[in-house]
């Protein structure tokens, strides 16, 4: 995700002050709402009768996901650690497209969790066609003697163990599927650095070699793995991350001038899943308002 620097340019608020001091964020909390669809887009069945798992399916990007591939005749199971509200306005917003939705509280950094999480999938839907490995956290630290031990494990438990336990876990279902596809969100901070997000960044940098390497370990077996690397996008980790003031003008030093919103990532991730992206495996697609990367 990233946070903006107070010494570049001149600061434009976007939206009031805000702060949430629990991770990873409620979007319920948030002021504006964060938009996870544009009504303007119609479903063409793209998706139609797969089933993807979405881990930080609740909110955020991984909410958007989940409606978009509802929109494109997917059935979702939504992945979550806590936050119950937010999964239940998913769950009606995915019925609201007329798909089925499974709601499943785990903690993705344990690998009997990841596992169970795979289980309960197949268990009610009866197969799996697309992991998206979204779930993420991070911890601002100025300094990296001030990350300690155990926010470093937690955040790579977090945003990098969970998607080799969820992958091996998804793998033998996967293998089954007509269409299979992996998709992980990486982050533009794995191109460009984060001073302050030290841990962060280095586990969304893991994040594209692991998606490159299985890429190639999968490709014999067509299996798609893909990732997206969002830039600053408005979800429930930034007002539960960085001070209320930064809060106020998140994303405004991008090209585009704004943070985006979570639908417009969301459509990389319809796209990555869908047999459009047919020649498409270990990419990485960048919506991120217009910043130049390697990548």
């Keep these: 995700m990233g946070n903006k620097s107070k010494d570049e340019s001149e600061e434009h608020p976007q939206r009031p002050e805000q702060s949430q001091a629990h991770q990873p964020g409620r ?162 901070t794995a191109y460009r650095g984060s001073p302050k997000l030290l841990d962060y960044s280095a586990s969304k940098g893991a994040i594209v070699s692991f998606t490159r390497s299985l890429a190639s370990q999968l490709a014999d077996r067509k299996i798609r793995v893909n990732a997206v690397a969002p830039g600053p996008i408005w979800t429930p980790l930034i007002p539960a991350t960085f001070p209320a003031e930064d809060v106020a003008t998140f994303g405004s030093d991008s090209p585009l001038g704004r943070a985006g919103e979570p639908w417009e990532c969301a459509e990389c991730y319809v796209f990555l899943a869908s047999e459009a992206a047919n020649y498409m495996t270990g990419q990485v697609l960048h919506p991120n308002g217009g910043e130049i990367v390697n990548g």
């Excluded at 995915?94 to 169970?116: A, N, P, S």
């Excluded at 990296?144 to 163990?161: D, G, K, P, V």
């Design 27 to 188: 979007e319920s909390e948030m002021t504006p709402a964060p938009k996870h669809e544009n009504p303007a887009l119609k479903g063409s069945g793209r998706l139609g009768g797969r089933v993807a798992l979405v881990t930080g399916g609740d909110s955020g990007i991984g909410r958007a996901v989940a409606v978009a591939f509802a929109r494109e005749g997917a059935d979702v199971v939504i992945v979550y650690l806590e936050e119950e509200e937010d999964a239940r306005e998913t769950l009606r917003l995915v019925e609201k497209k007329g798909r089925r939705c499974l709601l499943h509280c785990c903690d993705i950094g344990r690998k009997v969790e990841c596992e169970e999480a795979v289980e309960a999938a197949i268990r009610v839907f009866g197969r799996l066609d697309i992991l998206v490995n979204n779930a993420a956290e991070q911890h601002p630290r100025p300094s990296i003697t001030e990350i300690s031990e155990e926010q470093l494990e937690r955040t790579f438990r977090t945003n990098l163990y969970s998607m080799f336990f969820l992958a091996a876990a998804a793998l033998p279902h996967l293998e089954t599927s007509p269409h299979p596809a992996i998709i992980n969100t990486t982050s533009v």
